[in-house]
């Protein structure tokens, strides 16, 4: 039985962003730059787990920093995000017909339910 070795977390984009509290730091980025406090409050984790979720996502180029004074402030770098924004767009058509099915079945599920009112009402 053969293995593959699975990438380092910090390698891509794609492996960085596979752990929640990645993801939940990026999002709480986006919108206004924060210092690690606020993240940390926000996230709550501690603040050396906090930095290294932020070295891996800056090594990545997910995160950029910026230092006003004493204080960093990180950031999510909106353009890095394009590789998956791009890659999840490929499933976007079928996601559209799942949703395109379920419609169609409520719509059905009601159709029936009013044909069934309407004789129970006759």
Partial sequence: MSFMARAATSSDVFNA????????????????????????????????S???????????GLVRERRHGRHVLYRT???????????????ERFWQHQLLRVKERAEAGTQTSDTHTDKENS
């Avoid at 509290?21 to 984790?45: S, T």
């Avoid at 890095?80 to 499933?91: D, V």
Wanted: charge should be positive; proline fraction near 3%.
């Fill in 77 to 91: 770098e909106a353009n890095a995000i394009r590789p998956l924004h791009e890659w999840t767009k490929t499933f």
């Fill in 50 to 60: 906090v930095s290294k979720h932020l070295r891996v996502l800056r090594d990545v």
């Fill in 17 to 48: 962003v596979a752990e929640s509290k990645r993801r939940e730091i990026l999002a709480y980025l986006l919108l206004q730059e924060r210092q690690v406090g606020e993240i940390v409050a926000h996230v709550g984790l501690r603040q050396p």
